[in-house]
């Protein structure tokens, strides 16, 4: 694979690595030689597989169970990262979840929880990451965004708005830290083969295909490619970025 052993050294969190999209980026970033932490929120028998993967694919890789929209719970994420790796280089904040009603039907408590996770999660993460990231003067930071995010959707007032949020967190935070030689950019998938995907029906399905100019789904690999990318030395000098991966969706 090209850039195989180009993040040896590197330590990087991956949040939401149990499943979907996480699961494969944390794959992508130990082949590139990172040793990665699986973290997850329930789903320990998954993030268990998932560490299992990677070592017997020859890497190095830890589970560690936090919920992301809780302080207390980052904080001791990363302490443990911290002392089973001694280091922390990439954090990718790919944690989300949808709670999706139309705005009259939303429930505050559906709101709230999906900016807690996907949006106040990431900065609990990045302000975690950061102190050691500070030390090293080095850092790559990979905040999960959505086309949602750029282009809104009917039904996801809240998840737009987390995602929207995302980006705005991604520009202030690449220009607070630049000077560290930390990078900070989105990644801005559309629509990927997914849990979180899964509900779709076949005439949603068959709907949003003729929008796709690449006339189909995304996959979970298609995401990790761009993240993988993001935190090699390829990417130094790309910051405050929202990439979309979307088979032309947006365009
Ligand atoms: P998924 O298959 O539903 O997996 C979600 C992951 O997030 C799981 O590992 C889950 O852990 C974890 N998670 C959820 N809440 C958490 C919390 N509070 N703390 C820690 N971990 C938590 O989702 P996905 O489709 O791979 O999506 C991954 C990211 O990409 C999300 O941010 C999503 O918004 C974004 N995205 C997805 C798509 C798509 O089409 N799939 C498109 C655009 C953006 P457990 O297994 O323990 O529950």
């Not at 180009?6 to 499943?19: E, I, P």
Request: hydrophobic residues 50%; positive net charge.
């Amino acid at each position: 694979m090209p850039g195989e052993g180009v993040l040896v050294d590197r330590v990087a969190v991956v949040t939401g690595a149990s499943r979907g999209i996480g699961r494969v980026v944390a794959r992508q970033l130990a082949q590139l030689g990172a040793s990665v932490v699986v973290n997850y929120k329930t789903q320990a028998e998954a993030a268990t597989r998932v560490v299992a993967e990677i070592v017997a694919a020859g890497g190095v890789a830890e589970a560690i169970a936090a919920d992301v929209a809780r302080a207390e719970a980052v904080d001791a994420l990363f302490r443990q990262a911290l002392a089973r790796f001694g280091r922390c280089d990439i954090l990718v904040n790919n944690a989300g979840i949808i709670r999706d009603n139309l705005l009259l039907r939303l429930e505050a408590a559906d709101f709230d929880a999906v900016l807690e996770t996907n949006l106040k999660g990431a900065f609990l993460c990045a302000r975690a990451a950061l102190k050691p990231m500070l030390r090293q003067r080095f850092g790559r930071i990979v905040n999960m965004s959505s086309v949602v995010g750029l282009h809104g959707n009917p039904g996801q007032t809240n998840y737009a708005a987390a995602k929207a949020g995302l980006i705005g967190l991604t520009r202030a935070l690449a220009k607070e830290v630049g000077s560290r030689q930390i990078t900070v950019n989105a990644v801005a998938p559309g629509f990927i083969e997914t849990d979180i995907t899964s509900h779709l029906g076949d005439a949603s399905r068959t709907a949003l295909l003729e929008r796709i100019p690449l006339g189909r789904l995304g996959t979970a690999d298609d995401v990790a490619g761009l993240v993988g990318f993001l935190c090699t030395p390829a990417a130094a000098y790309i910051t405050g970025q929202v990439i979309a991966v979307d088979g032309g969706l947006i365009l």
